[in-house]
């Protein structure tokens, strides 16, 4: 009986690691929490995007024959996040906090600054996390203007020169225009 | 049955041996605890009776001699396995629930195992979504370099460096065409 019971906790802790390990982000050194931003939806336009690792790399393997470098670039990646907020009168003040709040909680872990503009009408944050000095293991983007607020969080093996190289070659819409599209 | 009598409360060496081979309630082992303190020598009793409890717990039965062994043990020593098949004799022997409970848990385990397999997870809808988004967030990413670009241009080169060079140039100008009005007067 004892044995059995040995068993089953050993079991039971194996199911508790193998579910922690699909969903929680937080120990990934690229990861970023940018907080509740639902509760900050006003307007009509939110894009929401969250995938995953499993999904990445099935995108990335579907990708191989007609996107080579897409895929490339994505098998390395273990998360993409991505929110863009319509920016209204309700919501403006408590995005720009958020926006800051975000930028002081990455100095606060140590990540790397490459870009920071500071203007009239526009805030933009551009941190990158590295191990080494080739390697970039997470990219943060905030960034606000008039129109519409943008968080964005990179986890994985970062190209950031074949990421500029390849999303000028997308012939998609920018997020701005996908309206009401809503996960 | 020998009995022990310690500031009115009395105590068996039957009780005390018991909870030295951890076999005891829980009262009495409180009971224990509780006299142990106050009487040093019940303590070193029961230590005594606690050390004999160890020894004989590490003795397995294949290092007793046949001689010693009564028969159930030997029957036990006979019946000697390892521990996978101790594990699943045991859920052939003991009752449904435990073995129920072990076999449900199983389950969860492989399901959750294969729940990982990226293929069977997503449809092929789902990936082309995904795809699109991907492509969508790389494109946010890049056109948010493209405006700091812009804005390091018109900002700090023309605000910055450019506008303070002219200036300057202009005071140059100035200061050398009142030197030359000066010349010509």
Not at chain 2, 109 to 138: C, D, G, I, R
């Amino acid at each position: 009986m004892k044995h059995l019971i040995k068993l089953t906790l050993m079991i039971f802790a194996v199911n508790i690691f193998i579910l922690a390990q699909h969903k929680d982000y937080s120990k990934e050194t690229g990861y970023i929490d940018f907080g509740n931003l639902e509760e900050l939806e006003s307007g009509n336009r939110v894009v929401d995007v969250f995938l995953e690792g499993n999904l990445l790399r099935l995108v990335g393997k579907f990708a191989e024959n007609e996107e080579p470098e897409l895929s490339e670039v994505i098998s390395g990646l273990k998360l993409i996040k991505a929110k863009v907020l319509e920016v209204t009168r309700e919501n403006e003040k408590q995005l720009k906090a958020r926006v800051l709040e975000t930028e002081n909680l990455l100095k606060g872990k140590n990540w790397s600054m490459l870009v920071r503009i500071r203007d009239v009408d526009e805030i933009i944050n551009v941190y990158i996390k590295s191990s080494s000095l080739d390697k970039i293991e997470g990219l943060t983007v905030t960034s606000i203007n008039k129109d519409e607020a943008a968080f964005v969080n990179i986890v994985g093996d970062i190209d950031l020169e074949t990421i500029g190289r390849l999303s000028s070659k997308f012939d998609i819409p920018a997020l701005d225009r996908l309206n009401g599209h809503k996960r | 049955m020998k009995t022990m009598k310690f500031n009115k409360t009395k105590l068996s060496e039957a009780e005390l041996i018991s909870s030295a081979y951890g076999d005891a309630n829980i009262f009495t082992r409180l009971k224990i605890l509780y006299l142990r303190k106050k009487h040093p020598e019940l303590k070193a009793l029961f230590c005594e009776y606690k050390s004999t409890a160890k020894l004989l717990k590490n003795i397995v039965p294949e290092d007793c001699p046949d001689t010693l062994l009564p028969t159930s043990l030997k029957q036990n020593r006979k019946q000697y396995h390892p521990y996978l098949i101790k594990v699943l004799l045991g859920l052939i022997n003991k009752p449904a629930l435990p073995a129920a409970a072990f076999l449900i848990l199983i389950f969860i385990t492989l399901f959750s195992v294969l729940k990982t397999s990226p293929e069977q997870s997503f449809s092929q809808l789902e990936v082309e979504l995904a795809n699109k988004q991907v492509k969508q967030t790389l494109v946010l990413v890049n056109s948010v370099f493209r405006t700091s670009t812009k804005q390091l241009r018109k900002n700090i080169l023309s605000e910055k460096v450019a506008n303070p060079i002219n200036e300057g140039m202009n005071i140059i100008e100035d200061y050398i065409k009142e030197k030359q009005n000066e010349t010509l007067n």
